[in-house]
């Protein structure tokens, strides 16, 4: 039996957005506060697969670190570090691209999504960035992932890894992770396109609400979401077809800490006109005190660098010695 321990990441590949937030900071949050030890990253070694600018890439890691401990979590209780401060991530790493297959890479939705039709002209590590996943995850024996729905299918490559090398090897090794996916908003959609996700990566900043944007511009891009002509349902099942209805429903409770049903007994009937402000409000009342504080940790770079640098120092303290034992087991 493993211990549960709690891991997860985010890519500083852009600023944090809201789905970021919804469907994984506070999950991170309350599993910290829950008392199992946790572990947070940010996933820079997985932000390089697509090209990022190095100062930007400097700028995004200090900042989704402010974002991490504006939300809520605290140093002294997880551990918050940068991925390629920790080599062994990419270590082992290399060991799961050689456990890991070809095929089980070419069927995951995002490399799909993200490579395109460009597939020829897309990096290896755009491939490859499932086996990291799994590394990351499995060199910290974590029992638990909270995660947003996109990243079921990698959870699952992490199983499947984690299964296939206790089987090549004859070992009870790496544990079988589970997946934590819940709460009224674990897919937010962008504003602008009810069938795609909202992602800091998405070219159209409306499509969007960033962390640090201000009450105005909040307020500015709800009214401009995309909505349908008919009033808010009464009930769930009123949602049915309407995906920009219901991402906005499903915002508004997981804002506000309630489910979809309680939501709509409360605004069944209207019109999303003056949905739309009551929305725009609760995000702005959420929001800004994280922002608030993301802007006085940003002024002191060098303190996040220290605590960046103190979560790798405890970070590898475990990683290491999980990666020897893989090493040993492999024949190394
Ligand atoms: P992004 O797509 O914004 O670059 P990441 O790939 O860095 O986000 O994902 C970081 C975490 O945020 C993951 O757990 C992911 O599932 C979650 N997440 C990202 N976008 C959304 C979203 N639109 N709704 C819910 N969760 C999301
Ligand atoms: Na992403």
């Known amino acids: 039996a493993f211990t549960p321990r709690v891991f997860s990441g985010i890519q500083p590949s852009g600023g944090l957005t809201l789905g970021n937030y919804l469907g994984a900071i506070k999950r991170f949050v309350q599993m910290q506060d829950s008392g199992t030890p946790t572990i947070y990253c940010v996933v ?14 400097r ?25 390629s401060q920790v080599p062994e991530h990419a270590q082992l790493a290399w ?17 799909k999504d993200k490579a395109g039709k460009n597939a020829e002209n897309a990096s290896l590590g755009l491939f490859a960035y499932p086996a990291l996943m799994a590394a990351d995850i499995l060199l910290y024996h974590a029992t638990h992932v909270p995660v947003g729905e996109d990243q ?32 009224a908003a674990t897919r937010v959609m962008s504003l602008r396109d ?12 409306a499509s969007r609400i960033n962390m640090t944007d201000d009450a105005d511009t909040i307020a500015k891009k709800i009214r401009k979401a995309k909505t349908d002509p008919e ?19 499903n915002i508004y409770a997981a804002l506000s800490d309630s489910t979809v049903d309680a939501v709509l007994r409360d605004v069944g009937g209207k019109q ?7 929305l725009a409000d609760l995000a702005v009342a959420r929001l800004s005190p994280i922002s608030t504080e993301m802007a006085r940790l940003m002024q002191d770079p060098a303190e996040i660098d220290r605590i960046l640098g103190d979560g ?11 990666l020897q034992k893989t090493y040993e087991i492999v024949g190394m």
């Open 44 to 57: 820079d070694l997985h932000a390089i697969t697509v090209w990022q600018d190095p100062a930007a890439l």
């Open 231 to 249: 009033a808010l349902p009464s009930e769930a099942a009123g949602l049915e077809g309407r995906p920009d209805a219901r991402n906005l429903v």
């Open 95 to 111: 060991i799961f691209n050689c456990v890991a297959r070809m095929g089980w890479m070419g069927r995951m939705t995002q490399w």
């Open 194 to 205: 009810g069938s795609k996700k909202m992602s800091k990566s998405d070219p159209s900043d």
């Open 59 to 83: 700028r995004q890691t200090r900042e989704l670190t402010a974002g991490y401990i504006a939300a809520g979590l605290d140093p002294a209780r997880s551990i918050l570090f940068n991925q």
């Open 312 to 322: 790798a120092a405890r970070a590898r303290a475990i990683a290491s010695p999980i």
């Open 272 to 278: 999303f006109s003056e949905f739309k402000p009551m």
């Open 152 to 183: 079921k299918q990698h959870l699952e490559l992490t199983r499947d890894v984690a299964a296939k090398f206790n089987h090549d090897y004859g070992v009870d090794f790496f544990p079988i992770t589970e997946p934590v996916i819940e709460g």
